[in-house]
């Protein structure tokens, strides 16, 4: 829905797609301001829907270059962020900013890498960076590989390109062992806390750990009732 006057007037319906997508996010960028980009989760198998191009849930691109009245980019996989890296992707587990005719997208892998999709063409073409590396590719818990203590994200974050267009992430740490091959399980840390931070300028730099819960009493454990 849109409006051409804030505030005031009849709102206005177009389709972005005629196909049913989930968790969708939006913002607003292009030279003229008036570039809407959007991306949101294609139903995955377990909604009742199938998988895209070999991805089920796959995380997919639209766009519009007059504010919403035409889509001239609809159910784009971004490639690096399709089924030459992932299986199936997570709804809600992606963010998304714009500055002018920089955009970028993040998404935040719990059993996948971190990655940063990032066009300086307002979304005609992309590159894609590695932020946080998950030790292996297509993952499937419980099943391909022990892993132990293997940090990633926990599927939250936000996303930030700043005056120099340089772009901001931080997320959610989550720290988590599959040390026991075909036995329906893995364990997970729950209280392991720590906001992670990355920006371009660090390059392959791991993120960093910036903030996280204080042990206030000091015994080493964080008191937590729950």
Known sequence: DYRSTIGTGPWNVTNITTNYQLWD???QGGANGQTIHHISLRVPSGNGGAPYQGVDGAMLYFRSPD???TWDKQDVLIPGLDSTKF???SGDAYSIDSKGDTIAIAYWGIFDDVLLAKSIDNGETWSITVVNDFPIDKYIVDSTSV?????TSDETGTIL???NGIVHLWFGEFIFSDTVL???QFSFFPLANGLMYWNENMGNKEPVFIAGVIDI???STLNIVD
Do not use: A, F, K
């Not at 892993?147 to 940090?151: A, D, G, I, R, V």
């Open 217 to 219: 009493n000091g015994d």
């Open 67 to 69: 504010g919403g009245t």
């Open 87 to 89: 299986d199936n992707m």
């Open 161 to 163: 390109i700043d005056n």
């Open 147 to 151: 892993l132990c203590n293997t940090e």
């Open 25 to 27: 996010r939006m913002t």
């Open 182 to 184: 075909g036995d329906g």
